[in-house]
Nanobody, 131 residues
Framework: QVQLVESGGGLVHNGDSLRLSCAGS??????????MGWFRQAPGKEREFLAT????????????VYSDSVKGRFSISRDNAENSVYLQMNSLKPEDTAVYYC??????????????????WGQGTQVTVSS
């Protein structure tokens, strides 16, 4: 079992930056092997994929995939020594307002962008961008 805790959300203005963190823990956790993803969910909308980063497997560990909606503005990274994954968000817009979640998936050759594939989820952190 993996526990994930997000932090770093808050209220910012249009054009500001914010860095979200996600800390992993659990018995027998080998955080480095998990594919880690960031998602968000706005009120009345489905949960949306944002970014994912592969774990330290034999298949191009550390490679990333981004959704078109955040490519060029958001950046995902991880620190396996700290059991953490991060989401750097730049040039934030009011439409980025949502609850942001990190999630962990088993190692895959190609990291998944599907919500249903991720095994473990954090409780979410609210990001609000004012205009």
């Amino acid at each position: 079992q993996v526990q994930l805790v997000e932090s770093g959300g808050g209220l910012v203005h249009n054009g500001d930056s914010l860095r979200l963190s996600c800390a992993g823990s659990g018995s027998g956790l080998t955080f480095a092997t998990y594919t880690m993803g960031w998602f968000r969910q706005a009120p009345g909308k489905e949960r949306e994929f944002l970014a994912t980063i592969k774990g330290a497997t034999t298949w191009t560990g550390g490679s990333t995939v981004y959704s078109d909606s955040v490519k060029g503005r958001f950046s995902i990274s991880r620190d396996n020594a700290e059991n953490s994954v991060y989401l750097q968000m730049n040039s934030l817009k009011p439409e980025d307002t949502a609850v942001y979640y990190c999630a962990a998936d088993r190692p895959r050759f190609r990291p998944s962008v599907n919500v249903s594939d991720y095994l473990f989820w954090g409780q979410g952190t609210q990001v609000t961008v004012s205009s």
